[in-house]
């Protein structure tokens, strides 16, 4: 997903990296590397969409700008409800 995205949108993050992390769904550092916690696999693909294109559309706008939110609502026109989602149930992504 994270190629396919990276690919449609020309935003070719330099690696992936899968964390453990419990509240941090996603993060795009300064040299573009992803990472992305494992527990996303229990959310539904349209989140799993959300927060990759999130992190992906960080490679072209590195804050959470106004500017930025306009990009990301390019690629995801429904990015808040995404985000709802997550902030609603990112708590039950457990085992």
């Not at 993060?27 to 989140?47: E, F, G, K």
């Not at 969409?49 to 490679?59: N, P, Q």
Request: charged content about 25%; proline content about 2%; hydrophobic content about 40%.
């Amino acid at each position: 997903r994270l190629a396919r995205y990276g690919g449609r949108y020309n935003l070719i993050p330099k690696g992936l990296t899968i964390t453990s992390a419990r509240t941090r769904y996603g993060s795009c550092s300064a040299s573009n590397r992803i990472s992305l916690t494992w527990r996303l696999v229990m959310a539904p693909y349209s989140v799993i969409d959300y927060v990759i294109l999130h992190e992906l559309a960080h490679i072209k706008i590195k804050n959470h700008s106004r500017q930025f939110w306009d990009f990301l609502e390019t690629m995801v026109s429904d990015y808040r409800d995404r985000r709802l989602w997550l902030r609603e149930h990112g708590r039950l992504l457990v085992i």
